[in-house]
């Protein structure tokens, strides 16, 4: 991972999935990962993240994730 930048809540990273770059941030309080919803529609062939969130398949898996785990997979930055 190649660390780009830096503000007050977190730690910005680029990496790459397949040749395909992915934004990657880590929050410096928790400690915790995310990746950038961008990254992830365009690793998983999507044109948009509006297309990847208007795709039943992925609509059904997030409410699976909410449903056995009780917490959204999904966070806004």
């Given at each position: 991972m190649i660390p780009t930048h830096?503000?007050?809540?977190?730690e910005y990273y680029l990496d790459y999935f397949q040749g395909t770059p992915v934004k990657i941030l880590r929050d410096r309080q928790t400690g915790e990962i995310l990746f950038d919803a961008?990254?992830?529609?365009?690793?998983?062939?999507?044109k948009s993240t509006q297309a990847m969130m208007s795709d039943n398949r992925v609509l059904d898996t997030i409410y699976e994730h909410?449903?056995?785990t009780g917490v959204s997979?999904?966070?806004?930055?």
């Open positions: 830096t503000d007050e809540k977190y961008g990254s992830v529609a365009e690793c998983l062939g999507y909410m449903q056995q997979p999904l966070r806004k930055v």
